[in-house]
């Protein structure tokens, strides 16, 4: 099969994706939204950067290093989104038409953009006759397809074109149908990256390498980096003192943070730099061998799909606090496996990771219950099964 993936070529899900199809021997196409190297096997690479993506920079790096004043970076990271929701679907135009020419030149049998805003805006302009296939992922329908009247319109639209909706949560395909998706059309419903490759992050050493050493003492970690508009990393922060008072030997661990202004300011202000570890963004090893590591892991979520963070913390037995939102109560069962939390309440995020420190039977049983959990619902092979069957439904539609 020849398939054209329309995807920023950084992303890991992306590559996720991607990395299934090669080892199968298809004809893997890749139009990235953002400059990166070719992922390997791929039969072609365009780069087309729409809506200004070359300033977006990424979640990670945007800040890295930065010395600003206070505030300052959170300023710039809102702005540049709502410049790109308010100018980057302008820019749209322009790429349609180089878009238009590297398929006629392609022609797949299918295309799968891999999110929205705006991969899946710029392959709304596929021909008829070619199944287009639109992934959503965390908040393309409850925050960026609010973020202008263009945006709306867009995500409409991209919609209404698409002949297939693959989402990581229940939630997604209904709201897919508010936006205008017929709900007599193919839907799947599959984690973010495809699934958990739980037998790489089950071999990954617990002694890897990382940026500095770890007391044994209780580890805390969140990996989220900054999502404004998704992650409320600021009440996080303000949870820690209240947690220390009672637990002064637990330790928070964040990578993907270091030199981040906003979060070395919070650090200091709240005087928690001693229990506070601000990394680098950690390799794939890296990561998997510190959540091995971890007791407990936090997302204070305000908007969010199915993060693989969350899926893969679970996976090494990490106890969940995330918030309290649609998507997060289809994994999370508060009290059972995890707490759910009011993500603008850092109260109420404290108290919850104090109960899960007080509680290691508890998190002993959670540890036990999301194993299964993971593995029934999660696991790669079987969901990537899934969507081969659903591709191949379409092009014989198609």
């Not at 209904?174 to 037998?199: E, H, M, Q, Y």
């Not at 330790?251 to 229990?275: H, I, K, M, Q, Y």
Request: glycine fraction near 8%; proline fraction near 7%.
């Amino acid at each position: 099969m020849r398939i054209l993936f329309v995807a920023d070529g950084r992303s890991p899900t992306a590559l996720s994706w991607l990395r299934y199809w090669v080892e199968k021997g298809h004809a893997v196409h890749l139009i990235s939204t953002y400059l990166c190297e070719a992922p390997p096997g791929l039969a072609s690479l365009d780069i087309l950067p729409v809506a200004f993506s070359s300033f977006a920079g990424s979640q990670v790096h945007n800040t890295a290093g930065m010395q600003r004043k206070p505030g300052l970076a959170g300023q710039l990271r809102g702005g540049l989104r709502k410049f790109r929701y308010y100018v980057g679907p302008l820019s749209l135009a322009v790429y349609r038409r180089k878009y238009k020419k590297i398929v006629a030149d392609l022609r797949p049998e299918l295309v799968h953009a891999l999110r929205i805003p705006f991969e899946g805006m710029l392959a709304s302009a596929t021909p008829a006759g070619i199944p287009l296939v639109v992934s959503t992922w965390g908040n393309d329908l409850t925050l960026h397809a609010h973020g202008s009247v263009w945006m709306a319109d867009l995500t409409r639209k991209t919609l209404i074109r698409a002949e297939g909706l693959i989402t990581d949560t229940h939630r997604d395909i209904a709201l897919g149908n508010d936006w205008g998706f017929l709900p007599d059309k193919a839907t799947l419903i599959v984690p973010g990256s495809g699934g958990i490759r739980l037998d790489e992050i089950n071999s990954v050493s617990r002694t890897e390498k990382l940026p500095e050493d770890l007391p044994e003492s209780m580890i805390i970690v969140n990996p989220r980096g900054q999502r404004p508009g998704s992650l409320r990393q600021d009440m996080f922060f303000q949870a820690i003192p209240a947690v220390l008072k009672i637990f002064p030997q637990a330790t928070f661990v964040c990578p993907s943070l270091a030199g981040d202004a906003e979060a070395e300011r919070w650090v200091d202000n709240l005087g928690v730099r001693s229990n506070t570890k601000l990394w680098p963004r950690l390799s794939q090893a890296q990561l998997w061998s510190l959540f091995h590591r971890s007791q407990i892991f936090v997302s204070p979520s305000r908007h969010d799909g199915t993060p693989n963070s969350l899926l893969e913390t679970m996976a090494c037995g990490c106890f969940p606090v995330v918030g309290n939102i649609e998507s997060m109560r289809e994994w999370v069962k508060s009290g059972v496996n995890g707490f759910l939390v009011e993500a603008d309440q850092p109260q109420s995020i404290a108290n919850a990771i104090v109960q899960a420190i007080n509680q290691p039977a508890l998190r002993e049983k959670a540890a036990i219950y999301n194993a299964t959990l993971i593995a029934e619902r999660a696991a790669y092979a079987p969901n990537m099964a899934r969507v081969e069957s659903f591709y191949k439904n379409l092009v014989k539609i198609g």
